[in-house]
Structure formats: structure tokens, C-alpha cells
T-cell receptor, first 113, second 114 residues
Framework: DVKVTQSSRYLVKRTGEKVFLECVQD?????MFWYRQDPGLGLRLIYF???????EKGDIPEGYSVSREKKERFSLILESASTNQTSMYLC????????????FGQGTRLTVV | AQSVTQLDSHVSVSEGTPVLLRCNYS??????LFWYVQHPNKGLQLLLK??????LVKGINGFEAEFKKSETSFHLTKPSAHMSDAAEYFC????????????FGKGTTLSVSS
């Protein structure tokens, strides 16, 4: 079974802190993604990576950065956490080919106080 | 650019009646299309996917979806709802270019009453 593992299920951080969310996949997928999920807004793409050290901005990259130094690991960084970044964060991975679906982690519920 | 519009934010049905969740997509290239389901406090699970082999796609738990290129639609249906189908459903598009991300609709919450 494909496994996408996010390092924390729940996280509470203070405003202004630098926050790291880690994601690891075990299927040798080329693509990895970070989404945030908010009620009524669905999943919005923050960043994705189609190869090691490669990244592309999604729809809402402001206030976030990412790092992919190894194929299996994709990190989301909140440079200076703010209360409007309180959300559920979902990591996913997939192959690059036609019709390939993404596999999702269980999510990290981040609260910024 | 790709986009997905789920036409209903909330659908309510009675157990045993048909389910219809509507989705329209926009894509510059030939897309692949997916439906995912998320039960309360659970992760996202793939229900079915369209990859051009057949326009009517069957998924898990009795769900199916029909790809209609002329209408740019990919509606999800089930003949008879079950209480366990209550969840949030997401329509997703991905075009054929390598390295493109999956774009999600805003979701449809399905409620099933007895």
C-alpha cells in the first residue's frame, strides 16, 4: 500500500514562529503536493514539486515556501506564522503519467495563536 | 488553465434514492478526471477516475461517473444511497502535461436521511 506520512496530526504554534510541516512518501513518486483545506473552499494548492529540487507555485503560495532535497520528502515552511494560516494541511504524492491519481496523507491540523 | 466547478455545495437524499453530484470542468488539454470522497475526520480516498478508456467509469461502493466532453461534465451518480455514503465529495481535474497538479472543486456535502 502507498503510504504518505505527515509528521504531525495536530500542531499549535504562536504568531511569528517559523513552522515546518514534513511529508514523506514511500512509492518513489515524482510529484508531491501541499494543499490547505478550509470549509467551503475545498482544497487549494499551495505548492507542488515535479522532481527533486523543482517546485512550482500553486494558487495560494504567499506566506509559504517549500523544500524538496530528496525524492521521498517534501517540506512546507511557514516563514512567519499568522492566524490566517490556521487550517488543515494535506500532503499528496503521485506519478507523473496520464491518469495517475494522487495519494494523500492524513493531514496536519495547524492552529496559530 | 484548469478549473473545476461543483454545482451544488450540499445535496440531501433519502436512503435508497438515487444520488447525483454535478461537476463541470475546464481544461486546455485532454484532462484526466477524478472523484475523491472524504468521510468526517478521515483522509481523502479515491472513488473513481476517468482516463479515456471508457466514458462511463465505475468506482467503489456502487458509484459511477460519465465523462461528457461536449458538456465538459463529469457527474457522479449512485442508484441507491446508503447512510454510509454521507461524506464530502470532491471533483478533481488534471491535464495531460507532465508535472501538472490536481485541481480540486470546492466540494459537495452529501447528507443521507433514513
Amino acid at each position: 500500500d502507498v503510504k504518505v506520512t505527515q509528521s504531525s496530526r495536530y500542531l499549535v504554534k504562536r504568531t511569528g514562529e517559523k513552522v515546518f510541516l514534513e511529508c514523506v512518501q514511500d512509492m518513489d513518486h515524482e510529484n508531491m503536493f501541499w494543499y490547505r483545506q478550509d470549509p467551503g473552499l475545498g482544497l487549494r494548492l499551495i505548492y507542488f514539486s515535479y522532481d527533486v529540487k523543482m517546485k512550482e507555485k500553486g494558487d495560494i503560495p504567499e506566506g509559504y515556501s517549500v523544500s524538496r532535497e530528496k525524492k521521498e520528502r517534501f517540506s512546507l515552511i511557514l516563514e512567519s506564522a499568522s492566524t490566517n494560516q490556521t487550517s488543515m494541511y494535506l500532503c499528496a504524492s503521485s506519478f507523473s503519467g496520464w491518469g495517475t491519481e494522487a495519494f494523500f496523507g492524513q493531514g496536519t491540523r495547524l492552529t496559530v495563536v | 488553465a484548469q478549473s473545476v466547478t461543483q454545482l451544488d455545495s450540499h445535496v440531501s437524499v433519502s436512503e435508497g434514492t438515487p444520488v447525483l453530484l454535478r461537476c463541470n470542468y475546464s481544461s486546455s488539454y485532454s484532462p484526466s478526471l477524478f472523484w475523491y470522497v472524504q468521510h468526517p475526520n478521515k483522509g481523502l480516498q479515491l472513488l473513481l477516475k476517468y482516463t479515456s478508456a471508457a466514458t462511463l467509469v465505475k468506482g467503489i461502493n456502487g458509484f459511477e461517473a460519465e465523462f461528457k466532453k461536449s458538456e465538459t461534465s463529469f457527474h457522479l451518480t449512485k442508484p441507491s444511497a446508503h447512510m454510509s455514503d454521507a461524506a464530502e465529495y470532491f471533483c478533481v481535474v488534471r491535464d495531460t502535461r507532465a508535472g501538472t497538479a490536481l485541481i480540486f472543486g470546492k466540494g459537495t456535502t452529501l447528507s443521507v436521511s433514513s
